[in-house]
């Protein structure tokens, strides 16, 4: 199973630019980079993934390393809405783990 | 909305009971997932279901706990003779074979007290 280290937490000021960072550097060649969030008392939500490519959607862009060992989560203008825990996963489907995170603050 | 549901959204009990939670996935997923979730920790995978078969169950926290999805739909997780160490949110997930990737969709959860 692929490793993720990301920070444990990370604060942001509202409006401005937030980049989470996950690196994993065990990623096997073929496994899709997943981010998910999870809001406060609410199941994880997914918000983006990525292979090789750089990707936008409407809630974030990911930046993935030209080694894919690691990845940055770009939230362009972060909202307290954004407050939340947010996990970088390199595999998907029943291979799928979850570690601890990165507990995003927004400051208003 | 057709998102992922689960029922209870919480349940207390006491310690030696037997508790029984519900999820009803997306009705075209035919991935279904379990986890447990303690405080401060990410979701710990529990076991998984394609259609009605489980295919995994080793992480499975003890005998006592226990899943079913009978037609392949909705899914139950029993745990039997709960205890204090229980305590924790219970989420559910659904996806799709063949996505590419395979995104779960998860619920809102079931969170369990255990006096």
């Known amino acids: 199973d692929a490793k993720t280290t990301q920070p444990n937490s990370m604060e942001s000021n509202e409006e401005e630019p937030v980049h989470l960072p996950c690196n994993h550097s065990?990623?096997?060649?073929?496994?899709?980079i997943h981010w998910y969030r999870q809001l406060p008392s609410q199941g994880p939500e997914y918000v983006i993934h990525?292979?090789?490519s750089n990707v936008n959607n409407r809630m974030a862009s990911l930046a993935i390393a030209e080694d894919r060992k690691s990845s940055t989560l770009i939230l362009h203008r972060a909202t307290l809405r954004d407050a939340a825990v947010y996990y970088c996963?390199?595999?998907?489907?029943?291979?799928?783990?979850f570690g601890a995170g990165t507990r995003l603050f927004v400051k208003a | 909305d057709t998102g992922v549901s689960q029922d209870p959204r919480h349940k207390i009990t006491k310690r030696g009971q037997n508790v029984t939670f519900r999820c009803d996935p997306i009705?075209?997923?035919?991935?279904l997932y379990w986890y447990r979730q303690t405080l401060g920790q990410g979701p710990e995978f529990l076991t998984y279901f394609q259609n009605e078969a489980q295919l995994e169950k080793s992480r499975l926290l003890s005998d006592r706990f226990s899943a079913e999805r009978p037609k392949g739909s909705f899914s139950t997780l029993e745990i039997q003779r709960t205890e204090q160490g229980d305590s924790a949110m219970y989420l559910c997930a659904s996806s799709l074979i063949g996505g590419i990737p395979e995104t779960q969709y998860f619920g809102p959860g079931t969170r369990l007290l255990v006096l």
């Open positions: 996963i390199p595999e998907g489907g029943f291979k799928t783990i």
């Open positions: 065990t990623i096997s060649g073929t496994d899709y």
């Open positions: 009705s075209e997923h035919n991935r």
């Open positions: 990525g292979l090789t």
